[in-house]
């Protein structure tokens, strides 16, 4: 059979090549790759700018001058206006009752929650029922805890001092008294945010592995030592970003004060201020008193109190969590 000698190439003409530049398609898709998620977080990050950044810079801006709502003139004052806080007394007695309600709500209402965590992981009967159940005080609104409460907690006809008197203890001045009236706002807090507390706890601890625990039943570890050494350090970074919620939370409280006083549209937190919080404080400043400079002044003062106890609690619940990590 004849064979067909191969052509030859013509002297001078180049073989063509296959290109090595990318086509269209391939630049849009190493495109969306690279900045597509950068567009998908984009939203976020524009309305923290609107309504988190530019209002914080502003309010700064405000609380350097003399700003009143009743007046047009506008006057640097510097910091005037912060040292004009530390000499007030109700600025420090709002401070200290923002503290004792904190106190009174954040470290219950986390201890709770955990308990009640645990028992909605275990096998009790209409899990899903309970679930539902605690987070059901969340989606009431605050205006509608505090009339609740308010009953409960009345110094005269209340359900709490019917039972006190029924057990042959005095009625409480829950209203009048600074203790009684931080215990009563606390309570409206807890009720409220324990249940929501309780199901980011749950949510991590069934992410948990449970070849941890099935290997600690194996070594012979009982209910308590299983939550000890396994469910605790596992629930380190959940722990940590509650105790920060919290922390923000219980230190801004604001709506369970408010309704809880007997006087309708009141801000002094009772007749002698004795549950006023910071955030009353700041309110009546800013816009009872028409002072804007000193009430930014208050607000940038509880901004910054804030950041302050979140990294102490973020680096306090860390420590806490690594020593117990080096002593297993």
């Keep these: 059979m004849p064979t067909v000698a191969a052509p030859e190439h013509t002297a001078g003409v180049a073989t063509p090549q296959p290109s090595d530049r990318p086509g269209w398609r391939q630049r849009l ?9 950068y567009l ?9 700018l609107v309504v988190g950044l530019i209002p914080l810079g502003y309010t700064a801006w405000v609380s350097l001058h003399d700003w009143r709502l009743d007046s047009t003139e506008r006057s640097f004052v510097g910091l005037a206006n912060f040292a004009d806080l530390l000499d007030d007394e109700y ?12 106190v009174l709500s954040s470290g219950p209402q986390i201890v709770i929650a955990l308990g009640l965590a645990v028992l909605l992981d275990s096998g009790i009967r209409a899990r899903s029922f309970w679930r539902l159940a605690v987070i059901l005080p969340y989606v009431v609104t605050p205006v509608a805890v505090g009339i ?23 009625p409480v001045q829950w209203h009048a008294d600074t203790l ?29 592995p449970r070849e941890l625990y099935e290997a600690a039943v194996v070594d012979g ?15 380190r970074p959940t722990v940590i970003f509650v105790v920060v919620t919290s922390t923000i939370g219980g230190l801004q409280i604001f709506a369970e004060p408010l309704m809880f006083d007997s006087q309708p549209g009141a801000v002094t937190g009772g007749s002698d201020r004795q549950f006023q919080t910071m955030t009353l404080y700041l309110y009546e400043r800013a816009f009872r008193n028409l002072d804007l400079g000193a009430g930014s002044a208050v607000a940038w003062s509880l901004f910054l109190i ?15 969590a690594s020593a117990g990590e080096a002593r297993q």
């Design 29 to 37: 898709s190493r495109a969306d790759v690279t900045y597509s998620p």
């Design 40 to 48: 998908y977080i984009a939203p976020f990050f524009v309305l923290f």
């Design 91 to 102: 600025f420090w007695n709002a401070l200290g009752n923002t503290f004792s309600i904190f």
């Design 148 to 170: 609740i409460f308010g009953n409960l907690f009345g110094d005269r006809f209340g359900l709490i001092n019917t039972v006190l008197e029924g057990i042959g203890s005095g």
């Design 180 to 208: 009684p009236s931080h215990l009563a706002i606390a309570s409206m807090v807890n009720w409220r945010w324990t249940g929501y507390n309780a199901l980011i706890f749950l949510a991590a601890m069934q992410a948990i």
């Design 221 to 235: 570890a009982n209910a308590w030592r299983r939550f000890i050494s396994v469910t605790i350090p596992m629930l």
């Design 306 to 320: 804030i950041v302050v106890f979140a990294l102490l609690n973020y680096l306090l619940t860390r420590r806490i």
